[in-house]
């Protein structure tokens, strides 16, 4: 076996690892906040996609509980959409010098 390339096969998977721990670490910390259309909730979301905080406007008082569902709903769902948005720009920044698998 050639040392050299056992070396270099070596620090490109200490690399990869890191490059990992660090994409694990930012999906966490990087968050998005979004609005429903009608303004009445307010989402804000990791990039892994774990809701942190859900905020009801005092406005909502005033909404049916059908209305009030339905701003919930789109919410969370824009927030689903901005996690993965969020997600997918974190990758191609930590991973953007990879080629995908399968591309050779």
């Given at each position: ?39 009445l909730v307010t989402v804000v979301v990791a990039a892994d ?56």
């Amino acid at each position: 076996m050639d040392e050299a390339w056992i070396e270099k096969a070596i620090e490109g998977y200490q690399r990869m690892e890191r490059l990992i721990a660090d994409f694990d670490k930012a999906l966490a910390a990087v968050d998005v906040t979004v609005h429903s259309p009608d303004g009445l909730v307010t989402v804000v979301v990791a990039a892994d996609g774990k809701i942190k905080d859900v905020v009801i406007a005092d406005d909502a008082r005033d909404r049916s509980p059908r209305e009030l569902s339905r701003s919930v709903h789109a919410a969370v769902g824009a927030a689903a959409d901005a996690a993965a948005w969020a997600r997918q720009k974190l990758y191609r920044e930590t991973f953007g010098d990879y080629p995908p698998l399968g591309s050779r």
